[in-house]
């Protein structure tokens, strides 16, 4: 018999003829009471594994041979000054390559949004302040690569010391491509560090990085107006376009598979959102914001697009291995452009030509990128070179 919990147990009556002769025994019998004082047992479960998501692999790399699309594109509109009458091949040729481009940027900015916000929220300050460094140091010794190159060729227009000081607050000649890295960075910071507030903690050294952002630009414009020297312009901060593309990123690569019902609509919008862009570059103004709603439809396109697309298992090695030194090849690739690229094109081309040499030059480019950061990863220089 079980006694209710809470009240004592049910004795059972003794056996007086063979109480002498028993022996006693300690007994637990399974019947007896639990004591109600006592804490219940905690169980801990495993945490759940987090989903890796190939599609966003797949995005990664897809924005990397994107950008490097629009660079090799826009030298070959550098070769014509911009003017079709100076070469009407390579100028149609740059510019639709261009136009292809602009989504690429804001879609990192998306996948910044969405590792942080979805896919692998900081647990504590620690483990954000390691990636800030991961982000941070490739940015600086990247910088230093660019302006020591750049040296060797003799096209520093300014002292390499003074290009190295400004880089400290913002992107400078010929590392031109780093530019968007003074914006992610602060929007990786700003994003864990509301999210580690929401989890409780108190995450001062993010918040006093933040803060130093903020107020950098009126120290240096102090600085000037007292001392007469000029400073650089900061470009660490982020406008409101970046940030919403952050975070409305976040949000479409979070919706579940199976929602976005209408690709075939996406397939027609994404050519035209490009061919809108086209017009743009062409007829109103070289280069379209990033902010203008013609590239955010195409933004809006490519991500519902990819997101939650299935990659077959048999890729997924190699997706993963490239995608990882997506970064790494985003990194180094302007060197290359500067020396085979730029060097090769002409504006004397006719359309079908300047097309075919255009992609000729971007697998070139790419191969050659993505060849380097491979190359570095098996060095273990990741953390130093991205």
């Given at each position: 018999m079980t006694a209710p919990s809470g009240s004592a147990p049910v004795p059972h009556p003794p056996a007086p003829e063979r109480r002498a002769v028993q022996p006693e025994t300690?007994?637990?019998?399974?019947?007896?009471?639990?004591?109600?004082?006592?804490?219940?047992?905690?169980?801990?479960?495993?945490?759940?594994?987090?989903?890796?998501?190939?599609?966003?692999?797949?995005?990664?790399?897809?924005?990397?041979?994107?950008?490097?699309?629009?660079?090799?594109?826009?030298?070959?509109i550098r070769s014509t000054g911009n003017d079709p009458a100076n070469g009407s091949g390579s100028y149609w040729a740059g510019h639709v390559a261009e136009a292809i481009n602009p989504f690429a940027v804001p879609m990192y900015f998306a996948i910044a949004g969405w590792a942080v916000l979805v896919g692998a929220p900081p647990k504590d300050s620690a483990r954000m302040w390691k990636r800030l460094v991961r982000n941070t140091v490739p940015l600086f010794a990247w910088t230093a690569v660019y302006l020591l190159w750049a040296w060797?060729?003799?096209?520093?227009?300014?002292?390499?010391?003074?290009?190295?000081?400004?880089?400290?607050?913002?992107?400078?000649?010929?590392?031109?491509?780093?530019?968007?890295?003074?914006?992610?960075?602060?929007?990786?910071?700003?994003?864990?560090?509301?999210?580690?507030?929401?989890?409780?903690?108190?995450?001062?050294?993010?918040?006093?990085?933040?803060?130093?952002?903020?107020?950098?630009?009126?120290?240096?414009?102090?600085?000037?107006?007292?001392?007469?020297?000029?400073?650089?312009?900061?470009?660490?901060?982020?406008?409101?376009y970046s940030l919403v593309y952050a975070v409305g990123g976040a949000m479409l690569f979070a919706v579940p598979a199976g929602?976005?019902?209408?690709?075939?609509?996406?397939?027609?919008?994404?050519?035209?959102?490009?061919?809108?862009?086209?017009?743009?570059n062409t007829q109103v103004h070289y280069v379209i914001p990033n902010a203008h709603l013609f590239v955010a439809v195409s933004f809006i396109c490519v991500l519902l697009l990819v997101s939650r697309v299935n990659v077959p298992e048999k890729w997924r090695p190699l997706l993963q291995k490239l995608?990882?030194?997506?970064?790494?090849?985003?990194?180094?690739?302007?060197?290359?452009?500067?020396?085979?690229?730029?060097?090769l094109v002409s504006p004397d081309w006719s359309g079908p030509v300047a097309g075919l040499i255009l992609v000729g030059l971007l697998a070139t480019v790419m191969a050659l990128s993505f060849a380097t950061s491979l190359l570095w990863g098996k060095l273990n220089l990741r953390r130093y070179l991205g």
């Amino acid at each position: 018999m079980t006694a209710p919990s809470g009240s004592a147990p049910v004795p059972h009556p003794p056996a007086p003829e063979r109480r002498a002769v028993q022996p006693e025994t300690t007994l637990s019998p399974p019947e007896s009471a639990p004591d109600a004082s006592a804490a219940p047992a905690v169980v801990t479960l495993p945490a759940p594994k987090r989903e890796h998501r190939f599609d966003v692999d797949l995005m990664r790399l897809l924005c990397s041979a994107i950008v490097m699309l629009g660079h090799v594109g826009s030298q070959f509109i550098r070769s014509t000054g911009n003017d079709p009458a100076n070469g009407s091949g390579s100028y149609w040729a740059g510019h639709v390559a261009e136009a292809i481009n602009p989504f690429a940027v804001p879609m990192y900015f998306a996948i910044a949004g969405w590792a942080v916000l979805v896919g692998a929220p900081p647990k504590d300050s620690a483990r954000m302040w390691k990636r800030l460094v991961r982000n941070t140091v490739p940015l600086f010794a990247w910088t230093a690569v660019y302006l020591l190159w750049a040296w060797l060729r003799d096209r520093n227009e300014r002292p390499m010391t003074e290009l190295a000081v400004d880089s400290l607050v913002g992107s400078v000649e010929p590392a031109y491509h780093l530019w968007f890295m003074y914006t992610y960075i602060p929007i990786i910071v700003l994003l864990a560090f509301a999210m580690l507030i929401k989890a409780g903690q108190r995450p001062w050294g993010l918040g006093a990085v933040l803060l130093g952002i903020a107020v950098l630009p009126s120290v240096l414009d102090t600085i000037t107006r007292t001392t007469g020297h000029d400073m650089p312009t900061v470009a660490w901060g982020f406008s409101t376009y970046s940030l919403v593309y952050a975070v409305g990123g976040a949000m479409l690569f979070a919706v579940p598979a199976g929602v976005v019902r209408w690709r075939k609509a996406l397939m027609v919008l994404l050519p035209i959102a490009m061919a809108a862009c086209l017009w743009y570059n062409t007829q109103v103004h070289y280069v379209i914001p990033n902010a203008h709603l013609f590239v955010a439809v195409s933004f809006i396109c490519v991500l519902l697009l990819v997101s939650r697309v299935n990659v077959p298992e048999k890729w997924r090695p190699l997706l993963q291995k490239l995608a990882g030194a997506a970064l790494g090849a985003y990194m180094v690739h302007v060197l290359f452009v500067e020396e085979i690229v730029r060097p090769l094109v002409s504006p004397d081309w006719s359309g079908p030509v300047a097309g075919l040499i255009l992609v000729g030059l971007l697998a070139t480019v790419m191969a050659l990128s993505f060849a380097t950061s491979l190359l570095w990863g098996k060095l273990n220089l990741r953390r130093y070179l991205g």
